[in-house]
């Protein structure tokens, strides 16, 4: 069973940047594949990025690509999401997830265990 804490979140001006971080444990974390989802109220979970096992591959949704970064620190068992150039619309409660495969794509139904969210405000 995986454990999945997320911090990092607040409130940053457009144009800013913020770094969350997602601290797992309870499973063993370099075999698992990991992702970062969002949603805002009364909408679905949405994609924001993923990261292989090896930390080797990544893979962004078009809407953050190019501002976002997803890393991983296997040693730490930490995964991280650097937001740069904030945008109000990337406003959200922002989730990790992992996935213990060695593949796991854009759907949220791929992931097996989630962290209970981080709030990103954006305002303008």
């Known amino acids: 069973q995986v454990q999945l804490v997320e911090s990092g979140g607040g409130l940053v001006q457009a144009g800013g940047s913020l770094r969350l971080s997602c601290a797992a444990s309870g499973g063993t974390f370099s075999t698992s594949m990991m992702g970062w989802f969002r949603q805002t109220s009364g909408k679905e979970r949405e994609f924001v990025a993923r990261i292989s096992r090896s930390g080797l591959g990544t893979y962004y949704a078009d809407s953050v690509k190019g501002r976002f970064t997803i890393s991983r620190d296997n040693a730490k068992n930490m995964v991280y999401l650097q937001m740069n150039s904030l945008k109000p619309e990337d406003t959200a409660v922002y989730y990790c997830?992992?996935?213990?495969?060695?593949?796991?794509?854009?759907?949220?139904?791929?992931?097996?265990?989630w962290g209970q969210g981080t709030q990103v405000t954006v305002s303008s």
């Open positions: 997830a992992a996935r213990d495969s060695y593949y796991a794509g854009s759907n949220s139904n791929e992931y097996d265990y």
